[in-house]
Protein backbone atom coordinates (compact mmCIF):
# COMPACT_ATOMS: atom_id res chain seq x y z
CA UNK A 1 0.00 0.00 0.00
CA UNK A 2 1.12 3.47 -0.85
CA UNK A 3 1.71 6.38 1.67
CA UNK A 4 -1.10 8.31 -0.49
CA UNK A 5 -3.35 5.42 -0.60
CA UNK A 6 -2.80 4.89 3.13
CA UNK A 7 -3.76 9.00 3.72
CA UNK A 8 -6.97 8.73 1.26
CA UNK A 9 -8.13 5.81 3.98
CA UNK A 10 -7.47 8.01 6.87
CA UNK A 11 -10.15 10.06 8.46
CA UNK A 12 -8.21 12.29 10.62
CA UNK A 13 -4.56 12.00 11.46
CA UNK A 14 -3.49 9.49 14.24
CA UNK A 15 -1.77 12.40 15.77
CA UNK A 16 -5.28 14.47 15.88
CA UNK A 17 -7.59 10.86 17.00
CA UNK A 18 -4.70 10.80 20.13
CA UNK A 19 -5.54 14.52 20.83
CA UNK A 20 -9.44 13.86 20.45
CA UNK A 21 -8.94 11.04 23.42
CA UNK A 22 -6.54 13.42 25.41
CA UNK A 23 -9.21 16.03 25.11
CA UNK A 24 -11.89 12.95 26.69
CA UNK A 25 -8.83 12.00 29.64
CA UNK A 26 -8.08 9.08 27.68
CA UNK A 27 -4.70 7.92 27.10
CA UNK A 28 -5.00 6.58 23.83
CA UNK A 29 -2.66 3.82 21.88
CA UNK A 30 -2.69 1.45 19.11
CA UNK A 31 -2.25 -2.26 18.60
CA UNK A 32 -0.66 -3.72 15.45
CA UNK A 33 -3.46 -6.63 15.02
CA UNK A 34 -0.61 -8.49 13.11
CA UNK A 35 1.98 -9.00 15.89
CA UNK A 36 -0.39 -7.60 18.96
CA UNK A 37 2.41 -5.12 20.08
CA UNK A 38 1.22 -2.22 21.61
CA UNK A 39 2.44 0.60 19.02
CA UNK A 40 2.91 3.95 20.73
CA UNK A 41 3.32 7.38 19.88
CA UNK A 42 0.58 6.83 17.58
CA UNK A 43 1.56 6.74 13.69
CA UNK A 44 0.02 5.13 10.30
CA UNK A 45 2.23 2.14 10.12
CA UNK A 46 3.75 -0.23 12.86
CA UNK A 47 7.12 0.29 13.38
CA UNK A 48 9.55 -3.04 12.60
CA UNK A 49 6.61 -5.07 10.71
CA UNK A 50 5.37 -1.96 8.22
CA UNK A 51 1.76 -3.07 8.80
CA UNK A 52 -1.33 -0.83 8.55
CA UNK A 53 -3.39 -3.07 10.48
CA UNK A 54 -3.97 -0.65 13.54
CA UNK A 55 -6.50 -1.00 15.89
CA UNK A 56 -6.85 2.06 18.64
CA UNK A 57 -6.89 0.80 22.67
CA UNK A 58 -7.54 2.82 25.34
CA UNK A 59 -4.82 2.50 28.16
CA UNK A 60 -5.38 1.72 31.67
CA UNK A 61 -2.82 4.51 32.49
CA UNK A 62 -1.09 2.58 35.11
CA UNK A 63 2.47 1.95 34.78
CA UNK A 64 6.12 1.76 36.56
CA UNK A 65 8.82 4.31 36.45
CA UNK A 66 11.53 2.80 33.61
CA UNK A 67 14.05 5.44 34.13
CA UNK A 68 13.99 8.86 35.03
CA UNK A 69 16.33 12.18 35.79
CA UNK A 70 15.88 15.39 37.64
CA UNK A 71 16.09 18.39 35.74
CA UNK A 72 17.68 21.90 37.40
CA UNK A 73 17.37 25.03 36.00
CA UNK A 74 18.93 28.00 36.70
CA UNK A 75 16.14 29.97 38.71
CA UNK A 76 13.64 27.24 38.51
CA UNK A 77 12.31 24.20 40.45
CA UNK A 78 14.03 21.41 40.10
CA UNK A 79 11.44 18.46 37.90
CA UNK A 80 11.68 15.41 37.13
CA UNK A 81 11.65 13.46 33.38
CA UNK A 82 10.63 9.41 33.15
CA UNK A 83 10.59 7.20 30.62
CA UNK A 84 7.02 5.55 32.36
CA UNK A 85 6.62 1.57 31.01
CA UNK A 86 2.75 1.38 30.96
CA UNK A 87 0.89 -1.75 31.72
CA UNK A 88 -0.16 -2.64 28.35
CA UNK A 89 3.87 -2.75 27.02
CA UNK A 90 4.66 0.91 25.73
CA UNK A 91 6.50 3.57 26.92
CA UNK A 92 5.98 7.16 27.13
CA UNK A 93 7.90 9.99 28.28
CA UNK A 94 6.47 12.69 30.97
CA UNK A 95 7.17 13.72 34.44
CA UNK A 96 5.93 12.51 37.65
CA UNK A 97 3.55 14.53 39.90
CA UNK A 98 2.62 15.36 43.37
CA UNK A 99 6.41 14.27 44.48
CA UNK A 100 9.48 15.32 45.43
CA UNK A 101 11.47 15.04 42.15
CA UNK A 102 14.05 13.52 44.41
CA UNK A 103 12.27 10.72 45.10
CA UNK A 104 11.36 9.24 42.34
CA UNK A 105 12.42 5.80 41.90
CA UNK A 106 12.70 3.14 38.77
CA UNK A 107 10.27 0.37 39.35
CA UNK A 108 7.55 3.11 40.97
CA UNK A 109 3.93 2.43 40.06
CA UNK A 110 2.29 5.46 38.75
CA UNK A 111 -1.07 5.88 37.57
CA UNK A 112 -2.03 8.56 34.78
CA UNK A 113 -3.56 11.47 35.02
CA UNK A 114 -3.94 13.94 32.09
CA UNK A 115 -2.47 17.74 32.17
CA UNK A 116 -5.20 20.07 30.84
CA UNK A 117 -3.51 22.03 28.26
CA UNK A 118 -4.42 25.55 27.65
CA UNK A 119 -4.90 27.34 24.44
CA UNK A 120 -1.80 27.31 23.03
CA UNK A 121 -0.76 23.70 24.21
CA UNK A 122 -3.09 20.63 24.46
CA UNK A 123 -3.63 17.67 26.61
CA UNK A 124 -1.05 16.08 27.74
CA UNK A 125 -0.40 13.02 29.91
CA UNK A 126 1.66 13.19 33.20
CA UNK A 127 2.07 10.78 36.07
CA UNK A 128 1.69 10.80 39.96
CA UNK A 129 2.46 8.09 42.41
CA UNK A 130 0.05 5.41 42.77
CA UNK A 131 -0.10 4.21 46.25
CA UNK A 132 -1.41 6.88 48.62
CA UNK A 133 1.64 8.79 50.02
Known amino acids: MTAQTL ?3 C ?26 RAVFYPRLLAPGSGSDNLEWRVSS ?13 RNEAP ?6 ELDEGFHLMSRIEDIDPEEVRIGMRVRMRMHPGSEKQAPYPVFVPEAPR
Open 79 to 84: YNLAMV
Open 11 to 36: EKSPTETYLEHCRRGELAYQVCRDDG
Open 7 to 9: HER
Open 61 to 73: GRGAVYATTVIHR
